[in-house]
Nanobody, 125 residues
């Protein structure tokens, strides 16, 4: 069956960095757009970043450009999110998700087919 398993979350001080990962299985990973979303307590799930099946195209939420970098390794069915200069408002549960083609990099959560369970990121100020 399809599985998306996130890892790499944790607690970090403001200004620090974290890299979260997501390992996919059970479907043809290289044929899907992949995305990262996050959800803070009491807030809606929001887009963070997305990447095309080949990895050549990416999308970022405007507020995160320049601090976060999404990448993928199709040989290892793995998605990454490098987060730098973290702020307290980056705190939340981070989810990876897969969207079948034809996919839209700026799509919202409802367009994604598969979801992981999430990994918690906590940034203290």
């Amino acid at each position: 069956q399809v599985q998306l398993v996130e890892s790499g979350g944790g607690s970090v001080q403001a200004g620090g960095s974290l890299r979260v990962s997501c390992v996919a299985s059970g479907y043809t990973y290289s044929s899907y757009c992949m995305g990262w979303f996050r959800q803070a307590p009491g807030k809606q799930r929001e887009r963070v970043a997305a990447i095309s099946p080949s990895g050549r195209s990416t999308f970022y939420a405007d507020s995160l450009k320049g601090r976060f970098t999404i990448s993928r390794d199709n040989t290892k069915n793995t998605l990454f999110l490098q987060m730098n200069s973290l702020k307290a408002e980056d705190t939340g549960m981070y989810y990876c998700a897969a969207q079948s083609i034809p996919c839209a990099l700026d799509a919202g959560p409802s367009r994604y087919n598969y979801w992981g369970q999430g990994t918690q990121v906590t940034v203290s100020s």
